[in-house]
């Protein structure tokens, strides 16, 4: 039976920026990929194409394959087949002559890489390794089939009970398992919920590393839960007030603020002032005079005394200067 996703009242839209489309797709780089240089690596990953089935010892027609697929769903029981391939978000399998796909979050002591390179060598030796898994999401006229090792481990009453215990607008404790460029993975004892990166904290975050760590204790607020697709949105950062709600009525243009520089960019400096509040300085507020790069006026880590500019809290914009600061 088909159902609704809960939702809470917060507005939350990460879904519009198809984040579980980027984990669950299947319309990945398809090729089996085999040891080769980096870029070449890297470039053979982007690319769209699709894998022939493997023959398989019982031929099935591709109907009575799905219609075995979609009974083993509802039943919740595992499967057991070998690695074909990878592409850039996971593994490749071939189940009766279906294409497979299990995300490199849903896998068991996956290690986290940040280079393309490096995570393709590691999905790489995955390669003709024999799996346990659970299908996870199935959906045969887009010929959607997602399995997961995770999943695999845990049983299905234990893993209804996880659901039924979620609630948006509740606490969860889970430990940080992935991370990925778009947010970080929690396992919730048996399922896996996500907090995507614009949810991690109230301020700006470039890599999900910046706040999690793998294996790392986290609690959690419950965003969403969709039990029939297997999936829980989590947040960080709404277990916190929203800094900018209030920034207006407790800063003002013309203050003396102290902070430390969490960012250097080209186009100036980024500083802490209160938790999960930064402001900016632009280059042009840095100093005096003419520099190469704003890294030869601060350096990440530095404290800092700045002045107020400017304070937006509707578009969440605290503007800074080092400039005419007393000492």
Not at 19 to 27: K, N, S
């Amino acid at each position: 039976m088909h159902k609704e996703p809960l939702s809470v009242d917060t507005p939350y839209s990460p879904t519009d920026e198809a984040f579980w489309e980027a984990l669950f797709t299947q319309e990945l780089a398809n090729l089996p990929i085999t040891p080769v240089e980096d870029e070449q690596l890297i470039a053979e990953m982007e690319v769209l194409d699709d894998v022939l089935p493997l023959p398989t010892a019982v031929e099935l027609s591709r109907e009575d394959a799905w219609q075995m697929a979609w009974e083993l769903f509802e039943a919740d029981e595992t499967i057991e087949t070998v690695v074909t391939g990878c592409n850039k978000g996971g593994l490749l399998i071939n189940w009766n002559g279906l294409q497979g796909f299990v995300p490199s979050s849903q896998l068991i002591n996956f290690p986290p890489h940040r280079q393309k390179a490096e995570r393709a060598r590691a999905l790489q030796r995955w390669q003709n390794k024999a799996l346990r898994l659970r299908i996870i999401e199935i959906n045969d006229e887009q010929n959607r089939f997602i399995l997961s090792e995770r999943a695999a481990l845990v049983k299905a009453y234990e893993r209804e009970q996880v659901f039924k215990n979620m609630a948006p607008g509740s606490r969860a404790q889970g430990e940080i398992t992935n991370l990925t460029n778009f947010g970080a993975f929690v396992d919730l004892g048996g399922v896996e919920g996500l907090i995507h990166i614009s949810e991690l904290s109230w301020s700006r975050v470039t890599h999900p590393s910046d706040v999690v760590q793998p294996g790392q204790s986290v609690t959690v607020r419950v965003l969403s839960v969709d039990p029939g697709n297997g999936r829980i949105a989590l947040s960080l950062k709404r277990l916190k007030s929203d800094p900018w709600q209030t920034v207006d009525q407790r800063f003002q243009p013309g203050q003396i603020v102290e902070g430390v520089v969490n960012k250097v960019v080209n186009f100036g400096a980024f500083v802490q002032i209160e938790d999960e509040l930064e402001g900016l300085i632009h280059i042009s507020e840095l100093a005096e005079g003419a520099f190469l790069h704003p890294r030869n006026v601060v350096q990440r880590g530095q404290k800092v005394r700045t002045r107020i500019l400017y304070v937006d809290g509707a578009a969440k914009r605290l503007a800074l200067s080092l400039r005419n600061v007393s000492s």
